[in-house]
């Protein structure tokens, strides 16, 4: 268990300090001697998209989030096999006979006219429960995949009941597998609530301090501690995460949310036997708001968890492109989790996203995942700070506009003044 801290978010240069002070290398003209031309001696280094998280060693940053894309061997072989940084699995908890699911239990929300057939998929509506597999299996699938990927990142995303005894348990038979870490689920948003699990302990203070004491004070193996969006302030949970011995904050988890209603039936998607509950929405339509959350909460680590280097930020919501996982490293994360993104385009899309994000990085000349990690935190203030900063900006143009905006604006008092102001040296 840990002691961490935000190396990433400390002391970083900014940007355009970056391109300032660090010399491109392979993009640099050749230069010209003579009639010879000589390419530049200094071949631009492949980027390295390696992290080491709470001790963990991935090769890159991209981790598969809870859900369908880690629910059994054979997928989550499949992600290693196609180079995922790491694989969380689906959550599990004790007894799978009292997760019962239902179909249809997705719904999808298109863009285009009238959510048209064709359009794109931004939105993506689940209804789906934790892991209905029994544990035994699941434990067992954890451990060859331990064996047989021993270099590799599997973490076990888990939930329980308000019981600290079911908890203790269900860690200490997760960990027997072998598995390098825990998240815990404190954030799915439909079905365990009313059992008091996921979102129902992620959003309340005093329920999620308590637990999170149970499972810090058992666990052996780094604990990230997933939140849920569904709360006015997320800082607040994770501040107490974090407080409590959590080595890392995932977030987000799916947002509450209900994906229309058929105007033909009159009844709601997903509908099962005419009826449906709230789901938790996720997809490239929520990659804002989680944006917005996970700046929120790197801020809050930076100010106030800032000198311990150990502590971990795992962006995760709506993630396509390399450009997506950019914006939550830009904002201090260390990792990157997708989901949806695997159910649509597969695990193959890990090197689209290994490509992109290597694209950005030679862009800017980083070399590392490190050289870029919560780079555009500090552009964030409060509104009021909007303000004073945009006045003393045009005070300070007022202040410096050069010469005469038009030849009306001569005046006989200020003539040579005037003149003067409009010579170059
Ligand atoms: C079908 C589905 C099932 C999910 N199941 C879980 C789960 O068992 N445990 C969990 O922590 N998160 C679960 N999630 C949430 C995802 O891990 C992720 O936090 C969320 O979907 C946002 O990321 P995305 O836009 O990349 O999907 C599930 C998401 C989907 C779409």
């Known amino acids: 268990m840990a002691s961490l801290s935000l190396t990433q978010l400390r002391g970083k240069n900014s940007v355009p300090e970056f391109a300032r002070t660090r010399p491109r290398t392979s993009w640099a003209r050749p230069g010209r001697v003579g009639f010879k031309v000589f390419a530049s001696s200094e071949a631009q280094v492949e980027p390295d998209l390696g992290v080491t998280v709470n001790g963990l060693r991935m090769p890159n940053p991209f981790v598969i989030g809870s859900g369908p894309p880690g629910t059994n061997y054979t997928v989550m072989k499949r992600a290693f096999d196609e180079g995922w940084g790491a694989v969380i699995?689906?959550?599990?908890?004790l007894d799978a006979a009292k997760v019962i699911n239902v179909t249809p239990r997705y719904a999808r929300l298109r863009a285009g006219a009238n959510g048209s057939a064709k359009g794109q998929i931004i939105g993506w509506e689940n209804i789906e429960l934790i892991s209905d597999r029994p544990l035994e299996i699941m434990l067992k699938e954890f451990k060859q995949l331990k064996e047989e990927y021993p270099d590799r990142i599997l973490i076990a995303s888990i939930m329980e009941e308000y019981d600290k005894t079911a908890w203790e348990e269900l860690i200490d038979r997760v960990e027997q597998t072998g598995i390098d870490a825990l998240e815990i689920n404190f954030s799915c948003p439909h079905g365990m609530p009313e059992r008091k699990m996921g979102a129902a302990v992620g959003q309340d203070c005093a329920l999620l301090e308590e637990v999170c004491?149970?499972?810090?004070?058992?666990?052996?193996?780094?604990?990230?501690?997933?939140?849920?969006?569904?709360?006015?302030?997320?800082?607040?949970?994770?501040?107490?995460?974090?407080?409590?011995?959590?080595?890392?904050i995932s977030a987000i988890n799916t947002i509450m949310s209900v994906m229309g209603i058929n105007l033909n039936t009159l009844h709601p998607e997903p509908c099962v036997e005419g009826y449906s509950t709230p789901g938790g929405y996720s997809s490239k339509a929520v990659h804002p708001i989680a944006l917005a959350k996970v700046m929120s909460i790197a801020k809050m680590m930076k100010s106030e968890f800032g000198d311990n280097k150990d502590l971990s930020l795992s962006g995760i919501g709506g993630v396509e492109t390399g450009g997506d996982a950019a914006e939550f490293i830009l904002l201090g994360a260390d990792t990157v989790q997708v989901c949806t993104g695997v159910m649509m385009h597969g695990y193959g899309l890990v090197k689209k996203l290994c490509a992109e994000l290597k694209d950005f990085m030679k862009a800017h000349n980083f070399s590392s995942i490190e050289d870029f990690r919560g780079v555009s935190l500090q552009y964030f203030t409060t509104h009021m700070d909007l303000v004073q900063r945009q006045q003393e900006a045009i005070k300070q143009r007022k202040a410096t506009r050069k010469g005469l905006q038009s030849d009306k604006?001569?005046?006989?008092?200020?003539?040579?003044?005037?003149s003067e102001s409009m010579v170059s040296n």
Do not use: H, Y
Not at 218 to 235: F, G, L, Q, R, Y
């Open 89 to 93: 699995a689906k959550t599990v908890s």
């Open 409 to 418: 604006d001569w005046t006989g008092d200020g003539f040579v003044k005037e």
């Open 213 to 248: 004491g149970w499972i810090n004070a058992k666990a052996t193996v780094p604990v990230w501690a997933k939140m849920t969006p569904n709360i006015t302030d997320i800082t607040q949970p994770a501040r107490v995460a974090l407080g409590s011995g959590c080595e890392g």
